[in-house]
Protein backbone atom coordinates (compact mmCIF):
# COMPACT_ATOMS: atom_id res chain seq x y z
CA UNK A 1 0.00 0.00 0.00
CA UNK A 2 1.78 3.62 -1.03
CA UNK A 3 1.69 6.41 1.62
CA UNK A 4 -1.44 8.03 0.05
CA UNK A 5 -4.23 5.06 -0.43
CA UNK A 6 -3.44 4.52 3.83
CA UNK A 7 -5.23 7.71 4.89
CA UNK A 8 -8.58 6.92 2.08
CA UNK A 9 -10.02 6.00 5.06
CA UNK A 10 -9.75 9.32 6.63
CA UNK A 11 -10.47 11.28 3.69
CA UNK A 12 -13.44 9.38 2.41
CA UNK A 13 -15.43 10.68 5.40
CA UNK A 14 -14.21 14.10 5.53
CA UNK A 15 -15.26 14.47 1.82
CA UNK A 16 -18.77 12.65 2.66
CA UNK A 17 -19.44 14.92 5.24
CA UNK A 18 -18.35 18.16 3.40
CA UNK A 19 -20.34 17.39 0.42
CA UNK A 20 -23.18 16.81 2.93
CA UNK A 21 -22.71 20.31 4.91
CA UNK A 22 -22.70 22.32 1.34
CA UNK A 23 -25.23 20.33 -0.47
CA UNK A 24 -28.16 19.79 1.77
CA UNK A 25 -28.62 23.69 1.68
CA UNK A 26 -28.62 24.27 -1.51
CA UNK A 27 -31.42 20.83 -2.23
CA UNK A 28 -33.66 22.50 0.12
CA UNK A 29 -34.00 25.86 -1.97
CA UNK A 30 -34.24 23.79 -5.03
CA UNK A 31 -37.35 22.39 -3.65
CA UNK A 32 -39.70 25.47 -3.88
CA UNK A 33 -39.07 26.18 -7.46
CA UNK A 34 -42.27 24.13 -9.31
CA UNK A 35 -44.94 25.80 -7.71
CA UNK A 36 -47.52 27.66 -9.68
CA UNK A 37 -47.90 31.23 -9.43
CA UNK A 38 -50.21 32.94 -7.12
CA UNK A 39 -50.75 36.36 -6.35
CA UNK A 40 -50.12 38.03 -2.83
CA UNK A 41 -54.35 38.13 -2.50
CA UNK A 42 -54.40 34.23 -3.24
CA UNK A 43 -51.73 33.70 -0.66
CA UNK A 44 -54.04 35.36 1.88
CA UNK A 45 -57.04 33.60 0.82
CA UNK A 46 -54.60 30.13 0.96
CA UNK A 47 -53.75 31.53 4.58
CA UNK A 48 -57.33 32.18 5.46
CA UNK A 49 -58.69 29.20 4.25
CA UNK A 50 -55.89 26.70 5.90
CA UNK A 51 -56.75 22.89 6.37
CA UNK A 52 -54.52 22.42 8.62
CA UNK A 53 -55.90 21.64 12.30
CA UNK A 54 -53.64 18.80 13.73
CA UNK A 55 -50.10 18.82 13.38
CA UNK A 56 -46.83 18.60 15.47
CA UNK A 57 -43.53 20.04 14.65
CA UNK A 58 -40.38 21.90 15.92
CA UNK A 59 -40.63 25.66 16.22
CA UNK A 60 -37.04 27.98 16.36
CA UNK A 61 -37.09 31.46 17.01
CA UNK A 62 -33.79 33.45 16.72
CA UNK A 63 -32.88 36.82 17.00
CA UNK A 64 -30.25 39.07 16.04
CA UNK A 65 -31.11 42.65 17.47
CA UNK A 66 -27.34 43.50 16.61
CA UNK A 67 -27.20 43.81 21.06
CA UNK A 68 -24.15 42.24 22.59
CA UNK A 69 -24.15 38.35 23.03
CA UNK A 70 -23.29 37.42 26.39
CA UNK A 71 -21.04 33.82 26.29
CA UNK A 72 -23.64 31.41 28.04
CA UNK A 73 -23.08 30.52 31.73
CA UNK A 74 -22.12 27.14 32.48
CA UNK A 75 -25.14 24.78 30.91
CA UNK A 76 -27.29 22.82 33.72
CA UNK A 77 -26.35 25.34 36.29
CA UNK A 78 -29.31 28.03 37.45
CA UNK A 79 -27.71 31.56 38.99
CA UNK A 80 -31.24 32.39 40.61
CA UNK A 81 -34.32 34.15 39.27
CA UNK A 82 -32.88 37.01 37.44
CA UNK A 83 -35.70 38.68 34.97
CA UNK A 84 -33.20 41.39 34.02
CA UNK A 85 -30.87 38.50 32.59
CA UNK A 86 -33.60 36.23 31.63
CA UNK A 87 -35.11 39.54 29.58
CA UNK A 88 -31.46 39.56 27.75
CA UNK A 89 -31.43 36.12 26.93
CA UNK A 90 -34.89 36.24 25.51
CA UNK A 91 -33.47 38.82 23.38
CA UNK A 92 -29.82 37.78 22.14
CA UNK A 93 -30.37 33.01 22.43
CA UNK A 94 -32.09 30.96 20.23
CA UNK A 95 -34.90 28.94 21.54
CA UNK A 96 -36.67 25.94 20.37
CA UNK A 97 -40.17 23.96 21.02
CA UNK A 98 -42.03 21.85 19.99
CA UNK A 99 -45.72 22.42 19.57
CA UNK A 100 -49.13 19.93 18.86
CA UNK A 101 -52.39 20.82 17.89
CA UNK A 102 -55.00 18.90 17.38
CA UNK A 103 -58.12 21.13 16.53
CA UNK A 104 -58.85 24.29 18.14
CA UNK A 105 -58.78 23.58 21.74
CA UNK A 106 -55.82 21.45 22.23
CA UNK A 107 -52.38 22.73 22.25
CA UNK A 108 -49.42 21.90 23.59
CA UNK A 109 -46.37 24.29 23.44
CA UNK A 110 -43.11 22.46 25.06
CA UNK A 111 -40.38 24.74 25.36
CA UNK A 112 -36.59 23.06 25.22
CA UNK A 113 -34.02 25.02 27.31
CA UNK A 114 -31.35 23.58 28.33
CA UNK A 115 -31.91 20.87 31.10
CA UNK A 116 -35.25 22.77 31.63
CA UNK A 117 -38.48 23.47 30.43
CA UNK A 118 -41.31 25.33 30.19
CA UNK A 119 -44.69 24.12 28.74
CA UNK A 120 -48.50 24.86 27.83
CA UNK A 121 -50.93 22.20 27.86
CA UNK A 122 -54.30 23.17 26.79
CA UNK A 123 -57.15 20.53 26.62
CA UNK A 124 -60.57 21.44 26.32
CA UNK A 125 -61.16 23.97 29.26
CA UNK A 126 -58.03 23.21 31.41
CA UNK A 127 -55.23 25.20 30.39
CA UNK A 128 -52.08 24.50 32.78
CA UNK A 129 -48.42 26.51 32.23
CA UNK A 130 -45.48 24.40 33.88
CA UNK A 131 -42.06 25.85 34.74
CA UNK A 132 -39.26 22.83 35.26
CA UNK A 133 -37.13 25.21 36.65
CA UNK A 134 -39.50 26.69 39.13
CA UNK A 135 -41.45 23.62 39.90
CA UNK A 136 -44.82 25.23 39.92
CA UNK A 137 -47.59 24.96 37.71
CA UNK A 138 -50.53 27.80 36.95
CA UNK A 139 -53.95 26.40 36.34
CA UNK A 140 -56.08 28.18 34.61
CA UNK A 141 -59.83 26.69 33.79
CA UNK A 142 -61.31 28.48 30.57
CA UNK A 143 -65.21 29.67 30.57
CA UNK A 144 -66.74 26.79 28.18
CA UNK A 145 -66.69 28.29 24.17
CA UNK A 146 -64.00 30.54 24.26
CA UNK A 147 -61.80 30.59 21.60
CA UNK A 148 -58.48 31.61 21.73
CA UNK A 149 -56.04 30.47 24.39
CA UNK A 150 -53.23 32.81 26.33
CA UNK A 151 -49.96 31.28 24.20
CA UNK A 152 -46.87 30.92 25.92
CA UNK A 153 -44.56 31.72 22.33
CA UNK A 154 -46.32 33.05 19.15
CA UNK A 155 -47.04 30.15 16.01
CA UNK A 156 -46.21 31.62 12.58
CA UNK A 157 -49.54 31.43 12.53
CA UNK A 158 -50.90 33.84 14.90
CA UNK A 159 -47.60 36.07 13.71
CA UNK A 160 -48.63 35.84 10.54
CA UNK A 161 -52.43 37.17 11.15
CA UNK A 162 -51.11 40.37 13.26
CA UNK A 163 -48.65 41.53 10.48
CA UNK A 164 -50.67 40.90 7.47
CA UNK A 165 -53.59 43.14 9.49
CA UNK A 166 -51.25 45.91 9.42
CA UNK A 167 -51.06 45.49 5.33
CA UNK A 168 -51.93 48.62 4.01
CA UNK A 169 -51.00 51.66 1.49
CA UNK A 170 -47.60 51.98 3.10
CA UNK A 171 -46.31 48.37 2.14
CA UNK A 172 -45.68 46.60 -0.56
CA UNK A 173 -46.57 42.89 -0.68
CA UNK A 174 -44.30 40.39 -3.08
CA UNK A 175 -44.81 36.79 -3.77
CA UNK A 176 -41.72 34.35 -3.88
CA UNK A 177 -41.58 30.96 -3.28
CA UNK A 178 -39.14 28.76 -1.18
CA UNK A 179 -38.57 25.81 1.31
CA UNK A 180 -39.00 25.63 4.75
CA UNK A 181 -39.00 22.38 6.74
CA UNK A 182 -38.64 20.67 3.71
CA UNK A 183 -41.80 21.54 2.10
CA UNK A 184 -42.70 24.31 -1.05
CA UNK A 185 -43.81 27.37 0.23
CA UNK A 186 -45.32 30.36 -1.02
CA UNK A 187 -43.18 33.50 0.59
CA UNK A 188 -45.16 36.46 1.06
CA UNK A 189 -43.06 39.53 1.29
CA UNK A 190 -43.53 42.83 3.13
CA UNK A 191 -41.43 45.96 2.00
CA UNK A 192 -42.31 49.21 3.91
CA UNK A 193 -42.30 52.28 1.39
CA UNK A 194 -41.11 54.39 3.63
CA UNK A 195 -37.11 55.32 3.87
CA UNK A 196 -36.97 56.13 7.68
CA UNK A 197 -38.24 52.69 9.20
CA UNK A 198 -35.45 49.92 10.42
CA UNK A 199 -37.02 47.27 9.12
CA UNK A 200 -36.13 45.94 5.74
CA UNK A 201 -38.54 43.60 5.18
CA UNK A 202 -40.91 41.13 6.72
CA UNK A 203 -41.12 37.43 5.14
CA UNK A 204 -44.10 35.03 5.80
CA UNK A 205 -43.35 31.60 4.50
CA UNK A 206 -47.27 30.09 3.79
CA UNK A 207 -47.11 25.87 3.04
CA UNK A 208 -48.30 25.95 -0.61
CA UNK A 209 -50.51 22.49 0.61
CA UNK A 210 -52.27 23.07 3.43
CA UNK A 211 -52.36 27.10 3.35
CA UNK A 212 -50.85 26.70 7.10
CA UNK A 213 -47.86 29.88 8.06
CA UNK A 214 -44.71 27.57 8.51
CA UNK A 215 -42.32 30.82 9.28
CA UNK A 216 -41.84 34.50 9.78
CA UNK A 217 -38.81 36.39 8.94
CA UNK A 218 -38.10 40.10 9.58
CA UNK A 219 -34.97 41.78 8.19
CA UNK A 220 -33.38 44.95 9.56
CA UNK A 221 -32.05 47.31 7.02
CA UNK A 222 -28.74 47.26 6.48
CA UNK A 223 -28.25 43.71 8.29
CA UNK A 224 -27.46 40.38 5.97
CA UNK A 225 -29.18 38.01 8.65
CA UNK A 226 -32.58 37.53 9.86
CA UNK A 227 -33.40 40.04 13.01
CA UNK A 228 -36.23 38.07 13.87
CA UNK A 229 -37.29 34.27 12.86
CA UNK A 230 -39.69 32.11 14.29
CA UNK A 231 -40.30 29.41 12.29
CA UNK A 232 -41.23 25.38 11.80
CA UNK A 233 -37.99 22.91 11.03
CA UNK A 234 -40.06 19.88 11.33
CA UNK A 235 -43.25 19.36 10.73
CA UNK A 236 -46.20 16.53 10.33
CA UNK A 237 -49.80 16.82 9.74
CA UNK A 238 -50.73 13.95 11.87
CA UNK A 239 -52.80 13.81 14.64
CA UNK A 240 -50.63 14.11 18.16
CA UNK A 241 -51.48 10.93 20.46
CA UNK A 242 -53.83 11.81 23.06
CA UNK A 243 -51.83 11.86 26.09
CA UNK A 244 -49.70 14.88 24.89
CA UNK A 245 -52.41 17.55 25.61
CA UNK A 246 -53.20 16.06 29.52
CA UNK A 247 -51.36 17.21 32.42
CA UNK A 248 -51.20 16.07 35.77
CA UNK A 249 -49.08 17.82 38.49
CA UNK A 250 -46.87 15.83 40.59
CA UNK A 251 -47.29 15.59 44.27
CA UNK A 252 -44.01 18.15 44.64
CA UNK A 253 -45.02 20.33 42.12
CA UNK A 254 -46.22 23.89 43.10
CA UNK A 255 -50.00 24.67 41.70
CA UNK A 256 -51.16 27.89 41.94
CA UNK A 257 -55.44 28.47 40.87
CA UNK A 258 -55.54 31.15 38.41
CA UNK A 259 -58.89 33.10 38.26
CA UNK A 260 -59.88 34.35 34.69
CA UNK A 261 -60.49 38.35 35.32
CA UNK A 262 -64.33 38.12 35.07
CA UNK A 263 -65.10 41.32 33.51
CA UNK A 264 -64.23 42.13 29.75
CA UNK A 265 -60.76 42.58 28.59
CA UNK A 266 -60.85 46.31 28.54
CA UNK A 267 -61.46 46.74 32.37
CA UNK A 268 -57.92 44.66 32.75
CA UNK A 269 -56.27 48.15 31.56
CA UNK A 270 -55.10 49.66 35.27
CA UNK A 271 -56.77 53.54 35.61
CA UNK A 272 -53.26 54.83 36.43
CA UNK A 273 -51.95 53.94 33.09
CA UNK A 274 -50.38 56.95 31.17
CA UNK A 275 -51.43 56.57 27.91
CA UNK A 276 -49.36 57.01 25.12
CA UNK A 277 -48.81 59.43 22.59
CA UNK A 278 -48.30 58.73 18.92
CA UNK A 279 -46.70 60.17 16.21
CA UNK A 280 -46.28 59.62 13.03
CA UNK A 281 -47.91 56.94 11.08
CA UNK A 282 -47.39 52.99 9.30
CA UNK A 283 -43.52 51.90 9.75
CA UNK A 284 -42.59 55.50 11.02
CA UNK A 285 -44.80 55.53 14.09
CA UNK A 286 -43.63 56.49 17.28
CA UNK A 287 -45.07 55.97 20.72
CA UNK A 288 -43.92 58.07 23.53
CA UNK A 289 -45.06 57.44 27.14
CA UNK A 290 -44.75 59.02 30.34
CA UNK A 291 -42.43 56.79 31.66
CA UNK A 292 -39.59 58.11 34.52
CA UNK A 293 -37.29 55.58 33.82
CA UNK A 294 -33.86 57.66 34.49
CA UNK A 295 -35.36 59.04 37.44
CA UNK A 296 -36.93 55.86 39.08
CA UNK A 297 -33.42 53.88 37.64
CA UNK A 298 -31.61 56.48 38.65
CA UNK A 299 -27.47 55.35 37.97
CA UNK A 300 -27.73 52.46 40.21
CA UNK A 301 -28.94 50.51 36.91
CA UNK A 302 -26.05 49.46 35.52
CA UNK A 303 -27.45 47.15 32.75
CA UNK A 304 -29.23 50.43 31.94
CA UNK A 305 -26.09 52.00 31.71
CA UNK A 306 -24.78 48.78 29.80
CA UNK A 307 -26.91 48.60 27.34
CA UNK A 308 -27.63 52.53 26.62
CA UNK A 309 -25.64 54.74 25.35
CA UNK A 310 -26.22 59.13 26.56
CA UNK A 311 -27.32 60.99 23.23
CA UNK A 312 -28.40 64.57 23.75
CA UNK A 313 -32.03 63.94 24.89
CA UNK A 314 -31.07 61.43 27.43
CA UNK A 315 -30.04 57.45 27.07
CA UNK A 316 -30.67 55.69 23.71
CA UNK A 317 -30.85 52.13 23.15
CA UNK A 318 -30.71 50.67 19.88
CA UNK A 319 -30.86 47.63 17.82
CA UNK A 320 -31.44 46.51 14.22
CA UNK A 321 -34.98 46.38 13.98
CA UNK A 322 -35.91 48.65 17.24
CA UNK A 323 -34.91 51.86 18.97
CA UNK A 324 -35.97 53.15 22.36
CA UNK A 325 -35.40 56.32 23.83
CA UNK A 326 -35.19 57.33 27.81
CA UNK A 327 -35.29 61.27 28.02
CA UNK A 328 -34.06 63.73 30.93
CA UNK A 329 -37.73 65.11 31.23
CA UNK A 330 -39.09 61.33 32.10
CA UNK A 331 -40.56 60.26 28.65
CA UNK A 332 -40.02 57.18 26.79
CA UNK A 333 -40.04 56.46 22.90
CA UNK A 334 -40.04 53.65 20.85
CA UNK A 335 -40.21 53.35 16.99
CA UNK A 336 -38.47 50.96 14.55
CA UNK A 337 -36.73 54.06 13.35
CA UNK A 338 -33.13 55.33 13.96
CA UNK A 339 -32.55 57.27 17.11
CA UNK A 340 -32.23 60.39 15.66
CA UNK A 341 -35.73 59.82 14.47
CA UNK A 342 -37.01 59.10 18.19
CA UNK A 343 -34.94 62.76 19.18
CA UNK A 344 -36.42 64.86 16.72
CA UNK A 345 -39.86 63.51 17.84
CA UNK A 346 -38.82 64.07 21.37
CA UNK A 347 -38.28 67.67 20.61
CA UNK B 1 2.40 -3.28 3.22
CA UNK B 2 -0.57 -5.01 1.72
CA UNK B 3 0.74 -8.28 2.89
CA UNK B 4 0.15 -7.11 6.54
CA UNK B 5 -2.93 -7.30 6.01
CA UNK B 6 -4.89 -9.74 7.95
CA UNK B 7 -5.70 -12.71 6.40
CA UNK B 8 -9.33 -13.06 7.45
CA UNK B 9 -9.40 -14.51 10.74
CA UNK B 10 -12.16 -16.17 11.82
CA UNK B 11 -15.20 -14.27 14.12
CA UNK B 12 -14.37 -16.08 17.07
CA UNK B 13 -10.59 -15.13 17.27
CA UNK B 14 -11.81 -11.39 16.91
CA UNK B 15 -14.44 -12.40 20.34
CA UNK B 16 -11.47 -14.03 21.66
CA UNK B 17 -9.46 -10.63 21.13
CA UNK B 18 -12.04 -8.70 22.50
CA UNK B 19 -12.89 -10.83 25.35
CA UNK B 20 -8.98 -10.38 26.56
CA UNK B 21 -9.04 -6.64 25.57
CA UNK B 22 -11.91 -6.52 28.08
CA UNK B 23 -11.35 -8.79 31.03
CA UNK B 24 -7.32 -6.84 30.84
CA UNK B 25 -8.99 -3.12 30.89
CA UNK B 26 -11.62 -4.52 34.03
CA UNK B 27 -9.25 -6.25 35.75
CA UNK B 28 -6.74 -3.20 35.93
CA UNK B 29 -6.72 -1.30 39.17
CA UNK B 30 -6.63 1.91 37.84
CA UNK B 31 -10.23 0.72 35.75
CA UNK B 32 -11.51 0.31 39.03
CA UNK B 33 -10.19 3.36 40.42
CA UNK B 34 -11.98 5.69 37.96
CA UNK B 35 -15.35 4.24 38.50
CA UNK B 36 -15.00 4.94 41.91
CA UNK B 37 -14.14 8.34 41.67
CA UNK B 38 -17.57 8.16 39.03
CA UNK B 39 -19.84 6.66 41.48
CA UNK B 40 -18.08 9.28 44.46
CA UNK B 41 -19.76 12.17 42.49
CA UNK B 42 -23.09 11.43 43.27
CA UNK B 43 -22.29 10.09 46.81
CA UNK B 44 -20.99 13.45 47.39
CA UNK B 45 -23.78 15.08 45.59
CA UNK B 46 -26.11 13.27 47.99
CA UNK B 47 -24.54 13.85 51.04
CA UNK B 48 -24.09 17.61 50.69
CA UNK B 49 -27.60 18.13 49.89
CA UNK B 50 -28.63 15.56 52.99
CA UNK B 51 -26.77 18.12 55.00
CA UNK B 52 -27.81 21.46 53.97
CA UNK B 53 -30.36 22.11 51.02
CA UNK B 54 -30.13 24.20 48.17
CA UNK B 55 -32.17 25.40 45.22
CA UNK B 56 -29.23 27.18 43.18
CA UNK B 57 -27.07 24.78 41.77
CA UNK B 58 -26.42 22.41 39.00
CA UNK B 59 -29.66 21.22 37.50
CA UNK B 60 -32.10 18.75 39.23
CA UNK B 61 -30.43 19.58 42.56
CA UNK B 62 -33.65 21.43 43.85
CA UNK B 63 -35.89 18.39 43.38
CA UNK B 64 -33.22 15.83 45.60
CA UNK B 65 -34.71 16.19 49.22
CA UNK B 66 -38.17 15.36 47.19
CA UNK B 67 -37.08 12.29 45.32
CA UNK B 68 -33.67 10.93 45.76
CA UNK B 69 -33.95 9.06 42.51
CA UNK B 70 -32.89 12.92 41.01
CA UNK B 71 -29.29 12.21 42.68
CA UNK B 72 -28.32 10.14 39.81
CA UNK B 73 -29.45 13.03 37.12
CA UNK B 74 -27.80 15.85 39.08
CA UNK B 75 -24.52 13.42 39.39
CA UNK B 76 -24.68 12.71 35.48
CA UNK B 77 -24.71 16.45 34.73
CA UNK B 78 -21.96 17.56 36.71
CA UNK B 79 -19.82 14.31 35.67
CA UNK B 80 -20.28 15.12 31.68
CA UNK B 81 -18.33 18.29 31.86
CA UNK B 82 -15.26 16.90 33.39
CA UNK B 83 -14.97 13.80 34.93
CA UNK B 84 -16.73 11.60 32.27
CA UNK B 85 -14.42 13.27 29.76
CA UNK B 86 -11.57 12.24 31.66
CA UNK B 87 -11.78 8.88 32.22
CA UNK B 88 -12.68 8.48 28.68
CA UNK B 89 -9.58 10.39 27.73
CA UNK B 90 -7.08 7.70 30.03
CA UNK B 91 -8.52 4.94 28.75
CA UNK B 92 -9.02 5.93 25.13
CA UNK B 93 -5.48 7.84 25.15
CA UNK B 94 -4.10 4.14 26.50
CA UNK B 95 -5.17 1.97 23.81
CA UNK B 96 -2.37 2.06 21.57
CA UNK B 97 0.43 4.04 23.36
CA UNK B 98 -0.43 1.71 26.38
CA UNK B 99 0.98 -1.32 24.68
CA UNK B 100 3.67 0.52 23.23
CA UNK B 101 5.01 1.77 25.97
CA UNK B 102 5.09 -1.34 28.05
CA UNK B 103 6.48 -3.19 25.26
CA UNK B 104 3.61 -5.58 24.57
CA UNK B 105 2.73 -3.86 21.33
CA UNK B 106 4.85 -5.99 19.05
CA UNK B 107 3.83 -9.31 20.16
CA UNK B 108 -0.01 -8.51 19.99
CA UNK B 109 0.94 -8.21 16.04
CA UNK B 110 2.67 -11.06 15.82
CA UNK B 111 0.10 -13.13 16.41
CA UNK B 112 -2.47 -13.25 13.20
CA UNK B 113 -4.55 -10.67 14.40
CA UNK B 114 -3.87 -7.84 12.17
CA UNK B 115 -3.86 -4.31 12.73
CA UNK B 116 -7.60 -3.08 11.58
CA UNK B 117 -8.48 -6.01 14.03
CA UNK B 118 -6.55 -4.74 16.68
CA UNK B 119 -7.69 -1.28 16.22
CA UNK B 120 -11.44 -2.08 16.29
CA UNK B 121 -11.04 -4.51 19.39
CA UNK B 122 -9.28 -1.86 21.03
CA UNK B 123 -11.41 0.83 20.25
CA UNK B 124 -14.79 -1.51 21.14
CA UNK B 125 -13.11 -1.89 24.77
CA UNK B 126 -12.97 2.09 25.47
CA UNK B 127 -16.57 2.07 23.69
CA UNK B 128 -17.71 -0.33 26.22
CA UNK B 129 -15.77 1.71 29.29
CA UNK B 130 -17.65 4.69 27.48
CA UNK B 131 -21.40 2.69 28.82
CA UNK B 132 -19.94 1.03 31.38
CA UNK B 133 -18.50 5.18 33.08
CA UNK B 134 -22.14 6.30 33.16
CA UNK B 135 -23.71 3.48 34.09
CA UNK B 136 -21.99 3.42 37.06
CA UNK B 137 -22.89 7.37 37.43
CA UNK B 138 -26.64 6.98 37.35
CA UNK B 139 -26.45 3.32 39.59
CA UNK B 140 -24.43 5.10 42.43
CA UNK B 141 -27.28 8.17 42.25
CA UNK B 142 -29.56 6.15 42.43
CA UNK B 143 -28.49 3.91 45.54
CA UNK B 144 -27.18 6.77 47.64
CA UNK B 145 -30.53 8.64 46.89
CA UNK B 146 -32.49 5.60 47.99
CA UNK B 147 -30.73 5.50 51.04
CA UNK B 148 -30.89 9.09 52.17
CA UNK B 149 -34.16 10.43 50.52
CA UNK B 150 -37.75 9.00 50.16
CA UNK B 151 -37.71 8.02 46.42
CA UNK B 152 -40.92 7.68 44.24
CA UNK B 153 -42.53 8.52 40.70
CA UNK B 154 -40.18 11.31 38.80
CA UNK B 155 -41.29 14.54 37.88
CA UNK B 156 -39.75 14.95 34.04
CA UNK B 157 -39.03 18.39 32.73
CA UNK B 158 -42.31 18.35 31.46
CA UNK B 159 -44.09 18.43 34.70
CA UNK B 160 -45.82 14.61 34.41
CA UNK B 161 -44.98 11.91 36.14
CA UNK B 162 -43.54 8.57 35.40
CA UNK B 163 -43.20 5.76 37.78
CA UNK B 164 -40.58 3.29 38.72
CA UNK B 165 -40.08 1.33 35.99
CA UNK B 166 -40.48 4.47 33.77
CA UNK B 167 -37.61 5.79 35.14
CA UNK B 168 -35.59 2.77 34.84
CA UNK B 169 -36.58 3.01 30.92
CA UNK B 170 -35.28 6.49 30.99
CA UNK B 171 -32.07 6.18 33.13
CA UNK B 172 -30.53 3.36 30.79
CA UNK B 173 -31.32 5.39 27.54
CA UNK B 174 -29.38 8.27 29.87
CA UNK B 175 -26.74 6.07 29.74
CA UNK B 176 -26.89 5.23 26.09
CA UNK B 177 -27.05 8.68 25.06
CA UNK B 178 -24.11 9.62 27.09
CA UNK B 179 -21.89 6.76 25.73
CA UNK B 180 -23.13 7.36 22.40
CA UNK B 181 -21.72 11.20 23.37
CA UNK B 182 -18.71 10.25 24.56
CA UNK B 183 -17.57 7.87 21.19
CA UNK B 184 -16.54 10.96 19.81
CA UNK B 185 -13.83 11.81 22.26
CA UNK B 186 -12.97 8.06 22.13
CA UNK B 187 -12.24 8.12 18.33
CA UNK B 188 -9.72 11.27 18.82
CA UNK B 189 -8.36 9.28 21.90
CA UNK B 190 -7.44 6.43 20.07
CA UNK B 191 -6.03 8.66 16.88
CA UNK B 192 -4.06 10.81 19.52
CA UNK B 193 -2.72 7.05 21.23
CA UNK B 194 -1.39 5.71 18.03
CA UNK B 195 0.90 9.02 17.25
CA UNK B 196 2.81 8.39 20.37
CA UNK B 197 4.53 5.90 22.60
CA UNK B 198 3.96 7.92 25.64
CA UNK B 199 0.73 7.24 27.28
CA UNK B 200 0.49 10.06 29.65
CA UNK B 201 0.39 12.09 26.80
CA UNK B 202 -2.22 10.79 24.60
CA UNK B 203 -4.48 10.86 27.53
CA UNK B 204 -3.38 14.85 28.47
CA UNK B 205 -3.98 15.48 25.23
CA UNK B 206 -7.76 14.19 24.73
CA UNK B 207 -8.79 15.27 27.70
CA UNK B 208 -6.95 18.73 27.13
CA UNK B 209 -9.15 18.69 23.49
CA UNK B 210 -12.48 17.68 25.44
CA UNK B 211 -12.26 20.76 27.60
CA UNK B 212 -11.09 23.33 24.51
CA UNK B 213 -14.50 22.18 22.32
CA UNK B 214 -16.28 22.61 25.59
CA UNK B 215 -14.58 26.29 26.04
CA UNK B 216 -15.85 26.94 22.11
CA UNK B 217 -19.13 25.78 22.51
CA UNK B 218 -19.92 28.69 24.81
CA UNK B 219 -18.76 31.36 22.94
CA UNK B 220 -21.18 33.41 20.78
CA UNK B 221 -18.80 34.32 18.32
CA UNK B 222 -18.20 30.88 17.09
CA UNK B 223 -21.38 29.74 16.49
CA UNK B 224 -20.81 28.64 13.47
CA UNK B 225 -18.88 26.00 14.72
CA UNK B 226 -20.56 24.78 17.74
CA UNK B 227 -22.72 22.38 15.39
CA UNK B 228 -19.56 20.70 14.38
CA UNK B 229 -18.18 20.61 18.21
CA UNK B 230 -18.17 17.19 19.51
CA UNK B 231 -19.03 18.15 22.53
CA UNK B 232 -21.93 20.04 21.64
CA UNK B 233 -24.82 17.62 22.37
CA UNK B 234 -23.70 16.53 25.83
CA UNK B 235 -26.22 18.01 27.80
CA UNK B 236 -29.14 17.03 25.36
CA UNK B 237 -29.47 13.84 27.40
CA UNK B 238 -32.21 16.22 28.84
CA UNK B 239 -34.33 15.79 25.40
CA UNK B 240 -34.84 12.47 27.00
CA UNK B 241 -36.59 13.59 29.95
CA UNK B 242 -39.11 15.55 28.16
CA UNK B 243 -42.27 14.04 27.38
CA UNK B 244 -43.07 13.34 24.90
CA UNK B 245 -39.29 12.60 24.06
CA UNK B 246 -37.24 15.65 21.85
CA UNK B 247 -35.74 12.61 19.88
CA UNK B 248 -33.74 15.50 17.30
CA UNK B 249 -31.33 15.93 19.92
CA UNK B 250 -30.86 11.92 20.32
CA UNK B 251 -30.31 11.43 16.41
CA UNK B 252 -28.17 14.76 15.49
CA UNK B 253 -25.61 13.72 18.29
CA UNK B 254 -25.39 10.10 17.08
CA UNK B 255 -24.73 11.20 13.11
CA UNK B 256 -21.96 13.79 14.55
CA UNK B 257 -20.32 10.94 16.20
CA UNK B 258 -20.38 8.84 13.61
CA UNK B 259 -19.03 11.44 11.79
CA UNK B 260 -16.16 11.27 14.27
CA UNK B 261 -15.69 7.68 14.55
CA UNK B 262 -15.25 7.92 10.86
CA UNK B 263 -13.30 10.41 10.50
CA UNK B 264 -10.41 10.08 13.45
CA UNK B 265 -11.12 5.89 13.08
CA UNK B 266 -9.38 6.39 9.33
CA UNK B 267 -6.91 8.72 10.59
CA UNK B 268 -5.97 6.19 13.24
CA UNK B 269 -5.85 3.37 10.61
CA UNK B 270 -3.88 5.76 8.36
CA UNK B 271 -1.50 6.42 11.06
CA UNK B 272 -0.99 2.51 12.62
CA UNK B 273 -1.15 0.70 9.39
CA UNK B 274 2.28 1.36 8.09
CA UNK B 275 3.74 2.38 11.78
CA UNK B 276 6.62 1.03 12.47
CA UNK B 277 6.76 -0.41 15.68
CA UNK B 278 9.86 -0.36 17.09
CA UNK B 279 8.69 -1.34 20.98
Same mark, same amino acid.
Request: proline share 6%; net charge negative.
Given at each position: ?????????????A???????????????????????????????L?????????????????????????????????G??????V????????? !? /????????????????D?A???????????W?Y? #???R? !??H???????????????T?A????????????T????? !??G #????????????????DD??? =??????????T?L?? %???????? /? #??????????????????????????????????????????????A???????V??? =???T????????L???? #??????A?????????R?????L????????????????????? %????R | ??R?????????????????????????????????????V??????????????????????????? +????????????????P?????????????????????????????R?????????G???FA??????V?????????L??????????S??????????VR???L???????????????????????V?????????????????????????????????H?????A??????????????????? +???I????? +??Y??????????
Amino acid at each position: MNKVSRWLPAAIPAAVIAAAALGVPAFGSAAGARLPEKSADEVLALIAGSSATRFSGTVEQSSDLGLPELPKSARGYSSGADSTSAVLELLTADHT !A /QVFVDGAERERVQVLDDLAERDLYRNGSDVWIYD #SKQRA !AHHVVLPEGSGAAPQLSATPAELAEKLLAAVDPTTEVDV !ATG #SVAGRPVYELVLTPKSDDTLV =GSVTVSVDSDTGLPL %EVAVTARG /Q #STDAVRVGFTSIDFSAPPADTFTFTPSADTRVTEEELPSGPPEGYAAPDLPSPTVTGA =GWDTVVALPVDVLGSAG #SSSALLAQLTTPVAEGRALQTSLVSVLFTADGRLLAGAVPVEAL %EAAAR | MSRAEPVAAPPARAFALLGSELSVLFRRRRTWAMLAALALVPILVGIAVRIRSSSNGPAFLAAISDNG +LFVSFTGLTVSIPLFLPLTIGVVAGDTIAGEASLGTLRYLLVAPTGRVRLLLVKYAGAAVFALAAPLVVLLAGVGIGALLFPIGPVTLLSGNTVGIDGFAVRALLLAAYVAVSLLGLSAIGLFVSTLTTVPVGAMAATIVLAAAAQILDTLPQLDWLHPWLFSHYWFGFADLLRDPIAWDSFGQNALLQ +LGYIAFFGG +LAYGRFATKDILS
